[in-house]
């Protein structure tokens, strides 16, 4: 009688698996194109369409007193450096004396508009001092880019804050939004007579798996509860700015919102039922939990054990006037049996990797665009690039990933603009600066900028439309 009874509930533990297999097999299938079969030299794009490019301050500004600089300072658990090799972002491409040289360059390049941030710890370095000369010289910045034609966009917040933000406990204290929430304000005060598009914060679900999972952001944590609050703080800071904003001067006729990375997670094996489940779960909080957040009001990253955490905001369903959305590619996921490495990243024979960790998949962007599409918002395309040293990929990547956004179009998704990462080479965070991302080459030694002969397709298509 026990035995039978071991028997059943093993039946009936197997019959689940094969069901969960065969629902996340339907319902989540993995777009793959024949791109051989694909004209990519004939990619159109609406009159109308935003062309622009991107950046960030610490990446390319260089270091200044904040959680990113205090960071490169320091060494893993394991004693190897936080930053490959040890690297420091130093000047970068010293942009903060060289900007109106890069302004030139998107002007030749031919886009209409150009992301960029704030450096909140240049503006605030300490709690009670606000820099004036940073206000002015980020006024130059405007206004130079007005007298060369392109629109500029505002990042408020992109990974980096002020170290005494960082010892009140950052993001990790719910009652600290305050704090950012009055920055916010400070900046929209000063610059939304001229300035009417602006994002937010960037990539909340990178920065906290990166910065509270894998410990390769600052702070350099582990602790995948405190991960789950951090995004819900980062979220709700968006909430809680966006409502501020929109009652300020100048805030009806701005455009405000939020950026979110999508990275697809896919099985390793379609037929693995705990390839299945540790794709699920991942997706869960680095996808779904932010858009399930902005389409309900409710976020819910339930994964037993790991993190466990729910809250609502009735406000997070009307906090967005756009979404911007980061798109660089996907990855394959392994379930391991490990507490301390559960998911392990495969990778296809027939990819074509990238520098990154990472390979060229166009159809992601297609994907990632229909995903987001369900909060029913105009969506641009805020960073999307390629890490590629021997410039042997770039053109392709590019010719895929727009022929990916030409046929989103064509299938009548609301996509407003894209923005190419990354103006420059920079400082690429952890990667240091072994990460090319740059349509620009920049020579570090002599700060000589020069276009990449893969970059020349992104200047043609933009020529072409």
């Known amino acids: 009688m026990e035995n039978s009874f071991y028997l059943i509930i093993l039946i009936i533990f197997f019959f689940t698996l094969l069901f969960i297999t065969y629902y996340f097999h339907k319902t989540y299938p993995e777009l793959k194109w024949d791109w051989k079969d694909i004209n990519l030299n004939k990619i159109n794009f609406p009159n109308n369409f935003i062309w622009g490019t991107a950046t960030a301050a610490h990446q390319i500004e260089g270091r200044c007193e904040n959680n990113w600089s205090e960071f490169e300072k320091g060494y893993k658990s394991n004693g190897l450096p936080n930053i490959k090799n040890n690297q420091n972002s130093g000047i ?56 060369h034609n392109i629109v500029p966009v505002i990042t408020l917040y992109h990974f980096t804050h002020p170290i005494w933000f960082e010892k009140k406990g950052a993001f990790e204290k719910e009652e600290n939004i ?25 990539e ?13 952001f600052p702070p350099g944590k582990s602790d995948p509860q405190l991960c789950a609050i951090v995004l819900y703080n980062l979220l709700n800071a968006h909430v809680e700015v966006y409502r501020t904003l929109k009652n300020l001067k100048h805030g009806s006729e701005s455009r405000i919102g939020i950026v979110k990375n999508i990275n697809h997670f896919d099985p390793w094996k379609r037929w693995n039922p705990f390839d299945w489940i540790a794709t699920w779960a991942v997706n869960k909080f680095f996808n779904n939990s932010t858009i399930e957040f902005f389409k309900t009001g409710y976020y819910s990253v339930k994964i037993p054990g790991l993190m466990w955490y729910s809250k609502y905001n009735e406000n997070a369903i009307k906090s967005n006037d756009f979404i911007g959305l980061n798109y ?20 296809k024979y027939d990819d074509i990797m990238t520098d990154m960790p990472y390979a060229i998949y166009g159809e992601g962007l297609y994907r990632s665009i229909k995903d987001i599409s369900v909060l029913k918002l105009p969506i641009y395309i805020t960073e999307n690039g390629i890490a590629d040293m021997k410039d042997d990929r770039r053109a392709l990547f590019i010719k895929r990933y727009l022929y990916a956004l030409s046929k989103a179009l064509e299938d ?23 990460m090319k991302f740059g349509l620009f080459e920049v020579n570090f030694e002599t700060q000589e900028r020069s276009l990449r002969k893969g970059a020349e397709v992104f200047k043609k298509i933009l020529s072409a439309n």
């Open 92 to 147: 970068a491409c010293d942009s903060w004396n060289r900007y109106e040289e890069d302004i030139k360059l998107m002007e030749k390049l031919g886009v209409s508009h150009y992301r960029f941030s704030i450096e909140w710890s240049k503006i605030q370095p300490t709690e009670n001092d606000i820099n004036k000369d940073a206000i002015i010289h980020y006024h130059d910045v405007i206004d130079c880019l007005f007298e």
């Open 328 to 347: 660089y590619s996907h990855n394959y996921l392994k379930f391991n049996w490990s507490i301390s490495d559960p998911f392990e990243i495969k990778y």
């Open 178 to 202: 305050k704090y950012f929430n009055k920055f916010c304000k400070l900046i929209f005060k000063e610059f939304s007579p001229k300035v009417k598009f602006w994002c937010t914060i960037n």
């Open 412 to 434: 009548g998704y609301d996509v407003k603009g894209y923005f190419y990462w990354s103006l420059l080479d920079n400082f690429e965070w952890a990667f240091g600066y072994d």
């Open 204 to 216: 909340p679900a990178v920065m906290t798996s990166m910065g509270y999972f894998n410990a390769e």
